[in-house]
């Protein structure tokens, strides 16, 4: 069982950058899926998630309007497409698993190793 | 939005000691809070969901109490694995929210 995210890197304020989760040894399709950051050093701070069917969609207040999340269940795949990035999107970007199935419900039981996004 | 407290922020002890961990919630969350654990370089591991219930493969000294406003994570004996830190989160307020994190070192 594992997720890996990609896609991470240096962007300069106001840039967009696409990251992506990919999924292995569990149902994909059957879980909803979320990312949740974490800057160096500090706490974490859950982002955005999504429905096992993409019917429900959440983002936090602080990404709203700038981020957008996918799945392609297909691909096993989870995807985040941020907007208008600030230095205070900088952060180790994790891809969790829900812990209780298809629609969020917000506990976190797989979690890949991250990917880290520099806004500078 | 719910503000989790978690104390203290250092938990000193040595192996084999009862640690005794504390979350508070700003407003009730009823018994949906979880604890995870996470070490240096690793991501957060879920140990402990709705309040109380221990998720499969995590070691019986670990065990989570509490309701509404407060909640307790106990490692009942310390093992070398389990100096980290610690944080709390909750999901039945919008958003879900976590913890600072406690951090249990080595005395």
């Known amino acids: 069982v594992q997720l890996v995210e990609s896609g991470g890197g240096l962007v300069q304020p106001g840039g967009s950058l696409r990251i992506s989760c990919e999924a292995a040894?569990?149902?994909?399709?059957?879980?909803?899926m979320h990312w949740v950051r974490q800057v160096p050093g500090k706490g974490l701070e859950w982002v955005s998630g999504?429905?096992?069917?993409?019917?429900?969609?959440r983002y936090a207040d602080s990404v709203k309007g700038r981020f957008t999340i996918s799945r392609d269940n297909a691909k096993r795949s989870l995807f985040l497409i941020m907007n208008s990035l600030r230095p205070e999107d900088t952060a180790l970007y994790y891809c969790?698993?829900?812990?209780?199935?298809?629609?969020?419900?917000?506990?976190?039981?797989?979690w890949g190793q991250g990917t880290r996004i520099t806004v500078s | 939005e719910t503000v989790l407290t978690q104390s203290p922020a250092t938990l000193s002890l040595s192996p084999g000691e009862r640690a005794t961990l504390s979350c508070s919630a700003s407003?009730?969350?009823?018994?949906?809070l979880a604890w995870y654990q996470q070490k240096p370089g690793q991501a957060p591991r879920l140990l402990i969901f709705?309040?109380?219930n221990r998720v499969t493969g995590i070691p019986a000294r670990f065990s989570g109490s509490g309701s509404g406003t407060d909640f307790t994570l106990t490692i009942s004996s310390l093992e070398a694995e389990d100096f980290a830190v610690y944080y709390c989160?909750?999901?039945?307020?919008?958003?879900?929210?976590f913890g600072p994190g406690t951090k249990v070192d080595i005395k």
């Open positions: 989160q909750q999901r039945y307020n919008w958003p879900p929210t």
């Open positions: 407003q009730s969350v009823t018994t949906y």
């Open positions: 709705d309040a109380s």
């Open positions: 040894g569990f149902p994909f399709v059957e879980y909803a």
């Open positions: 999504i429905s096992w069917n993409s019917e429900t969609i």
């Open positions: 969790a698993k829900d812990y209780y199935g298809g629609d969020p419900l917000y506990g976190f039981n797989i």
